[in-house]
């Protein structure tokens, strides 16, 4: 036997065994679970567990003990792999920076190349959409319908249209995301009030595609890499030389393939370009009251920045709202609580996200706020259906959105 | 006084594999293990039914050992999975020096149904293993098979016993009498109750491993061995795809293979003269393993070492030569020569030839009890080897988590079907106890009711309960509680299992305790003397009856 015949013999044996080796880079995924000193802080932090409890979900931990069992079981891990949320929270906390949120991953990968069969339902329709439309939402059939819809959400909320530009050379790409592309049109016409109100000198992308965390979360691998190199090719075709989003996901997402694969174009979501690129003196010289009396308001923190990207895009968006005169931040006691709404939970077990969003809610309740914002389209999403379950009159807000209200003169 | 046809001495996979086997062919049987089953020797192997690779200069062995495999994988499919080995060369010359080797293997693989030994390229190899050092210039692959030596040596136990076989473990032989040059009687006392009790057995088997020596002694009977210590050191989780075999800092053939949620590193070879029940792992021979690795593993020794384990190799007594050169083939010693007919020792042997041993000894027995029949041990399964089980089906049924019931499964077979049915009448009994493994409060159960065990170590090998990532931090009180349930034992002595169970696990973990497993030990501490107050607890602490006695 030579060795290309040898090669084949041994991974037919693998794949008998249902052995499927770790590369270099799972391997260190893997190795941080080696790190494990089972204190079981993230069984106590993990939003899930607390939700559903231990039985349901087994948590964190429960998850690493799994991964690194025999190769062939992790398939067996289905009926709990697909309720995390992907929050972080388990590795923000833990002493040891177990990287469980890739270990997550790295599990759906492995079931979804080895056991499709056991992905569920829901997860493979996902998948379909984004095989169809490299977008994460059926996009709208009619392009009239679709203005319409930004139309009517503009009006509600008093902004105005700024026709799009895509502009090659352009110094910002402005890359809304999947949500405020087809569902939350109005992020993605805030985010563009916001831009040219500094002059900043962007482009939209030719073509929307999918930033590909949907595909990751799926499992599949494919396609990730599909569409992270198709939108790469929009990048350097326009020859951006930084991205700017409105979206908690993209943005960590983005942060991440872009570190991974040495891109060297930074990617920012919007409250750090504020900050950072503009300056929250110039920013607060455009802002004015909102109302006429004082918005009391309080901030929901998305994991994907707090806990994918920093902690400090949060601070951020503190600075921002206390430059906007009469407006009032009270805290909430589970700001920085996972909404429920992430790892395609909200799609796969919406009961599960509903649990999980209750305690957002009642601290919401809690305080005395009569908005809540939060910068991330997906969160907004699940907190305002939520609320409104709920019966409560509490208004919501994407922050991009209430910070392009609050410019003077509209 | 009861009689027996036959008394074998020892619970190891020898001792229960007697058993079996002199049970299926109608024999009446007595097994007396002065511990629990498997609890000895064989529990600190690596499961490795082995080829016999090592052993070229011996065809028979390696013809012996091919058998086996096959016929172990026949009666416990269940309970055997294969491992891909690579051998990685990082020299030429290493490549030459397998010749022989390699043609005595090829001429075994076929009945295994595994592969002559394959070349894999240095790419090819690293694809498959990134951990191996990027100088390697190709390796070698074998495929070889395990088995969980723990239900293995139960299974066979169990088996016995449905077969008539009575098995008593804690039972310590303490006398073996002759009468007109023959055995005639055998007392032992029982741990459990604190007395002595005698029976009549016409003839005594003494699989006793490194203890077969004492045991002879109790007849009069000098019999000598050579005891060689073999250490493992067991790494936290799986820190390789596949297994890995290279040669040691001396030259001796070493191994890396990963083992359920653990790797394990093995083994030292040392002549020991020590009592093997008090032995312990040297920081030589934890220094020996990780060096001997790190040439083709540069990274084992950022991987955490959770505990070690030591046994002793009952070898035949060949001396001047090194202990790879000992014979790997077992003996049985008639000692009828030595003026006591009908007590017969095994010296020698490996985990593989288990069976084989028992049926090359049982064929005496029958012969000398005039007793016809022939072996069956290789034809008929052991318990739990049944058609595939559906777990995901079974997962819905009973409302358990899949890879529980994996788990399950997989140390199992078909009896967790058994095992789930006892939660119909109580659903609180799918909890779970263990979660590194994970283990249901219902198995543990079962295992108490069906598989003898005393302590919570002994459950420890039923279910695997506390060997996994955090070695008994979170089971111990919750298993601690079903015993005492289920064999109505009182707080105090509830507390007792438990700091004895404790201690038991310390002691594999002292030897190698640095980095980041002393941050787990101080969490284990506080979790069992602060939240527990197991520092507090008032424990009347009755020494066990053989404490007393030593």
Same mark, same amino acid.
């Given at each position: 036997?030579?060795?290309?015949?040898?090669?084949?013999?041994?991974?037919?044996?693998?794949?008998?065994?249902?052995?499927?080796?770790?590369?270099?880079?799972?391997?260190?995924?893997?190795?941080?679970?080696?790190?494990?000193?089972?204190?079981?802080?993230?069984?106590?932090?993990?939003?899930?567990?607390?939700?559903?409890?231990?039985?349901?979900?087994?948590?964190?931990?429960?998850?690493?003990?799994?991964?690194?069992?025999?190769?062939?079981?992790?398939?067996?891990?289905?009926?709990?792999?697909?309720?995390?949320?992907?929050?972080?929270?388990?590795?923000?906390?833990?002493?040891?920076?177990?990287d469980i949120p890739n270990v997550v991953?790295?599990?759906?990968?492995?079931?979804?190349?080895?056991?499709?069969?056991?992905?569920?339902?829901?997860?493979?329709?996902?998948?379909?959409?984004?095989?169809?439309?490299?977008?994460?939402?059926?996009?709208?059939?009619?392009?009239?319908?679709?203005?319409?819809?930004?139309?009517?959400?503009?009006?509600?909320?008093?902004?105005?249209?700024?026709?799009?530009?895509?502009?090659?050379?352009?110094?910002?790409?402005?890359?809304?995301?999947?949500?405020?592309?087809?569902?939350?049109?109005?992020?993605?016409?805030?985010?563009?009030?916001?831009?040219?109100?500094?002059?900043?000198?962007?482009?939209?992308?030719?073509?929307?595609?999918?930033?590909?965390?949907?595909?990751?979360?799926?499992?599949?691998?494919?396609?990730?890499?599909?569409?992270?190199?198709?939108?790469?090719?929009?990048?350097?075709?326009?020859?951006?030389?930084?991205?700017?989003?409105?979206?908690?996901?993209?943005?960590?997402?983005?942060?991440?393939?872009?570190?991974?694969?040495?891109?060297?174009?930074?990617?920012?979501?919007?409250?750090?370009?504020?900050?950072?690129?503009?300056?929250?003196?110039?920013?607060?010289?455009?802002?004015?009251?909102?109302?006429?009396?004082?918005?009391?308001?309080?901030?929901?923190?998305?994991?994907?920045?707090?806990?994918?990207?920093?902690?400090?895009?949060?601070?951020?968006?503190?600075?921002?709202?206390?430059?906007?005169?009469?407006?009032?931040?009270?805290?909430?006691?589970?700001?920085?609580?996972?909404?429920?709404?992430?790892?395609?939970?909200?799609?796969?077990?919406?009961?599960?996200?509903?649990?999980?969003?209750?305690?957002?809610?009642?601290?919401?309740?809690?305080?005395?706020?009569?908005?809540?914002?939060?910068?991330?389209?997906?969160?907004?999403?699940?907190?305002?259906?939520?609320?409104?379950?709920?019966?409560?009159?509490?208004?919501?807000?994407?922050?991009?959105?209430?910070?392009?209200?609050?410019?003077?003169?509209? | 006084?009861?009689?027996?046809?036959?008394?074998?001495?020892?619970?190891?996979?020898?001792?229960?594999?007697?058993?079996?086997?002199?049970?299926?062919?109608?024999?009446?049987?007595?097994?007396?293990?002065?511990?629990?089953?498997?609890?000895?020797?064989?529990?600190?192997?690596?499961?490795?039914?082995?080829?016999?690779?090592?052993?070229?200069?011996?065809?028979?062995?390696?013809?012996?050992?091919?058998?086996?495999?096959?016929?172990?994988?026949?009666?416990?499919?269940?309970?055997?999975?294969?491992?891909?080995?690579?051998?990685?060369?990082?020299?030429?010359?290493?490549?030459?020096?397998?010749?022989?080797?390699?043609?005595?293997?090829?001429?075994?693989?076929?009945?295994?149904?595994?592969?002559?030994?394959?070349?894999?390229?240095?790419?090819?190899?690293?694809?498959?293993?990134?951990?191996?050092?990027?100088?390697?210039?190709?390796?070698?692959?074998?495929?070889?098979?395990?088995?969980?030596?723990?239900?293995?040596?139960?299974?066979?136990?169990?088996?016995?016993?449905?077969?008539?076989?009575?098995?008593?473990?804690?039972?310590?032989?303490?006398?073996?009498?002759?009468?007109?040059?023959?055995?005639?009687?055998?007392?032992?006392?029982?741990?459990?109750?604190?007395?002595?009790?005698?029976?009549?057995?016409?003839?005594?088997?003494?699989?006793?491993?490194?203890?077969?020596?004492?045991?002879?002694?109790?007849?009069?009977?000098?019999?000598?061995?050579?005891?060689?210590?073999?250490?493992?050191?067991?790494?936290?989780?799986?820190?390789?795809?596949?297994?890995?075999?290279?040669?040691?800092?001396?030259?001796?053939?070493?191994?890396?293979?990963?083992?359920?949620?653990?790797?394990?590193?093995?083994?030292?070879?040392?002549?020991?003269?020590?009592?093997?029940?008090?032995?312990?792992?040297?920081?030589?021979?934890?220094?020996?393993?990780?060096?001997?690795?790190?040439?083709?593993?540069?990274?084992?020794?950022?991987?955490?070492?959770?505990?070690?384990?030591?046994?002793?190799?009952?070898?035949?007594?060949?001396?001047?030569?090194?202990?790879?050169?000992?014979?790997?083939?077992?003996?049985?010693?008639?000692?009828?020569?030595?003026?006591?007919?009908?007590?017969?020792?095994?010296?020698?042997?490996?985990?593989?030839?288990?069976?084989?041993?028992?049926?090359?000894?049982?064929? @005496?027995?029958? %012969?000398? /009890? $005039?007793? =016809? #029949? *022939?072996?069956?041990?290789?034809?008929?399964?052991?318990?739990?080897?049944?058609?595939?089980?559906?777990?995901?089906?079974?997962a819905e049924k009973y409302g358990v988590?899949?890879?529980?019931?994996?788990?399950?499964?997989?140390?199992?077979?078909?009896?967790?079907?058994?095992?789930?049915?006892?939660?119909?009448?109580?659903?609180?009994?799918?909890?779970?106890?263990?979660?590194?493994?994970?283990?249901?409060?219902?198995?543990?159960?079962?295992?108490?009711?069906?598989?003898?065990?005393?302590?919570?170590?002994?459950?420890?090998?039923?279910?695997?309960?506390?060997?996994?990532?955090?070695?008994?931090?979170?089971?111990?009180?919750?298993?601690?509680? @079903?015993?005492? %349930?289920? /064999? $109505?034992? =009182? #707080? *105090?002595?509830?507390?007792?299992?438990?700091?004895?169970?404790?201690?038991?696990?310390?002691?594999?973990k002292r030897p190698p305790l640095r980095?980041?497993?002393?941050?787990?030990?101080?969490?284990?501490?506080?979790?069992?003397?602060?939240?527990?107050?197991?520092?507090?607890?008032?424990?009347?602490?009755?020494?066990?009856?053989?404490?007393?006695?030593?």
């Open positions: 036997m030579d060795e290309e015949e040898a090669y084949a013999h041994v991974r037919n044996t693998l794949k008998e065994e249902r052995m499927m080796p770790f590369s270099t880079s799972e391997m260190e995924v893997v190795r941080s679970v080696g790190q494990c000193i089972n204190c079981g802080t993230c069984l106590n932090h993990c939003p899930v567990t607390r939700a559903v409890g231990v039985e349901r979900f087994t948590g964190p931990r429960g998850i690493a003990v799994e991964l690194s069992r025999s190769p062939p079981e992790y398939w067996s891990s289905t009926d709990r792999i697909y309720l995390c949320t992907g929050c972080g929270t388990c590795r923000e906390v833990c002493p040891k920076n177990v991953n790295l599990m759906r990968r492995r079931i979804f190349s080895q056991r499709p069969d056991l992905v569920p339902q829901s997860l493979h329709q996902q998948n379909e959409i984004l095989r169809k439309h490299n977008l994460a939402f059926v996009p709208w059939d009619d392009p009239d319908e679709k203005a319409e819809s930004r139309n009517m959400r503009l009006e509600r909320l008093d902004l105005p249209f700024i026709k799009d530009k895509i502009r090659k050379g352009a110094e910002v790409l402005f890359y809304p995301g999947c949500q405020a592309e087809e569902r939350a049109q109005e992020v993605r016409e805030a985010a563009k009030i916001i831009l040219e109100r500094f002059n900043v000198d962007y482009t939209l992308v030719e073509k929307m595609t999918c930033c590909s965390l949907p595909a990751i979360l799926v499992g599949d691998m494919e396609k990730s890499i599909e569409l992270s190199t198709i939108l790469k090719k929009q990048i350097d075709d326009l020859g951006v030389k930084k991205i700017v989003t409105t979206c908690a996901g993209c943005t960590s997402n983005l942060n991440e393939i872009a570190a991974r694969n040495n891109w060297e174009i930074p990617v920012y979501h919007i409250l750090e370009f504020l900050v950072e690129d503009i300056g929250v003196h110039e920013v607060s010289k455009a802002l004015s009251p909102m109302d006429d009396h004082t918005v009391r308001v309080t901030v929901h923190d998305p994991c994907h920045l707090i806990r994918h990207t920093s902690r400090r895009v949060l601070e951020y968006a503190h600075r921002l709202l206390n430059a906007i005169p009469d407006v009032e931040v009270v805290e909430s006691s589970a700001h920085d609580l996972c909404c429920g709404g992430g790892g395609l939970v909200g799609r796969h077990s919406p009961d599960v996200s509903r649990v999980i969003v209750k305690e957002n809610i009642r601290a919401i309740k809690e305080t005395s706020a009569e908005r809540i914002v939060t910068p991330c389209p997906l969160c907004t999403a699940q907190i305002e259906e939520s609320l409104f379950r709920d019966g409560s009159d509490i208004e919501v807000d994407d922050l991009t959105v209430f910070i392009a209200q609050s410019f003077e003169g509209g | 006084m009861t009689e027996f046809d036959v008394i074998v001495i020892g619970g190891g996979s020898t001792g229960t594999a007697v058993a079996r086997d002199c049970a299926m062919r109608g024999l009446k049987t007595l097994l007396l293990e002065r511990d629990d089953i498997a609890s000895a020797t064989v529990g600190t192997c690596a499961g490795m039914i082995s080829s016999g690779f090592k052993y070229y200069h011996e065809p028979d062995i390696m013809d012996l050992c091919s058998h086996e495999v096959v016929h172990l994988k026949h009666i416990a499919r269940h309970i055997v999975a294969k491992l891909p080995i690579l051998f990685p060369l990082m020299d030429l010359s290493e490549i030459s020096s397998g010749g022989k080797g390699m043609e005595e293997y090829e001429k075994r693989v076929q009945e295994r149904g595994v592969p002559p030994v394959l070349i894999l390229t240095p790419e090819a190899s690293r694809e498959i293993e990134p951990s191996l050092h990027p100088e390697l210039i190709a390796s070698g692959y074998v495929e070889e098979f395990f088995i969980d030596p723990f239900r293995l040596c139960v299974l066979q136990a169990k088996d016995a016993e449905q077969h008539g076989a009575t098995i008593r473990t804690y039972c310590e032989v303490t006398a073996i009498d002759i009468r007109n040059g023959a055995v005639h009687t055998v007392t032992y006392f029982n741990r459990m109750t604190g007395t002595l009790e005698t029976v009549e057995a016409k003839v005594v088997i003494s699989a006793t491993g490194p203890w077969a020596s004492e045991i002879a002694r109790l007849a009069g009977i000098s019999l000598e061995l050579r005891l060689n210590k073999g250490a493992h050191v067991i790494l936290d989780r799986r820190v390789t795809n596949v297994g890995i075999s290279t040669r040691a800092v001396d030259g001796r053939w070493v191994y890396l293979f990963p083992h359920e949620n653990t790797t394990l590193i093995g083994t030292t070879a040392l002549d020991t003269w020590d009592n093997p029940d008090e032995l312990v792992t040297s920081q030589d021979e934890i220094e020996y393993l990780l060096r001997s690795f790190e040439f083709v593993v540069p990274s084992v020794r950022e991987a955490r070492i959770i505990r070690t384990m030591e046994g002793v190799r009952p070898m035949a007594p060949v001396w001047k030569v090194p202990e790879g050169e000992v014979t790997r083939g077992y003996e049985i010693i008639d000692h009828g020569q030595d003026g006591v007919s009908g007590f017969y020792s095994f010296i020698g042997g490996k985990l593989v030839m288990c069976r084989h041993m028992a049926e090359a000894v049982t064929d @005496i027995v029958c %012969e000398r /009890l $005039g007793v =016809t #029949g *022939s072996c069956e041990t290789h034809i008929k399964p052991l318990p739990g080897m049944s058609e595939e089980v559906d777990v995901l089906m079974l988590p899949s890879h529980a019931l994996e788990r399950l499964k997989a140390r199992r077979g078909s009896e967790l079907v058994e095992i789930l049915e006892m939660t119909r009448e109580h659903p609180e009994w799918t909890n779970m106890v263990c979660i590194c493994e994970p283990v249901m409060d219902a198995e543990i159960r079962y295992a108490i009711r069906t598989e003898y065990p005393q302590t919570l170590n002994d459950l420890r090998r039923r279910v695997r309960l506390g060997t996994g990532p955090c070695q008994a931090t979170f089971c111990t009180f919750k298993a601690a509680s @079903i015993m005492a %349930e289920e /064999l $109505g034992l =009182t #707080g *105090s002595q509830t507390h007792s299992e438990i700091v004895d169970y404790l201690s038991e696990r310390w002691k594999g980095g980041a497993a002393l941050a787990q030990e101080e969490i284990v501490n506080g979790i069992y003397a602060c939240v527990g107050n197991l520092e507090q607890t008032v424990i009347d602490y009755e020494p066990k009856p053989w404490e007393e006695i030593r």
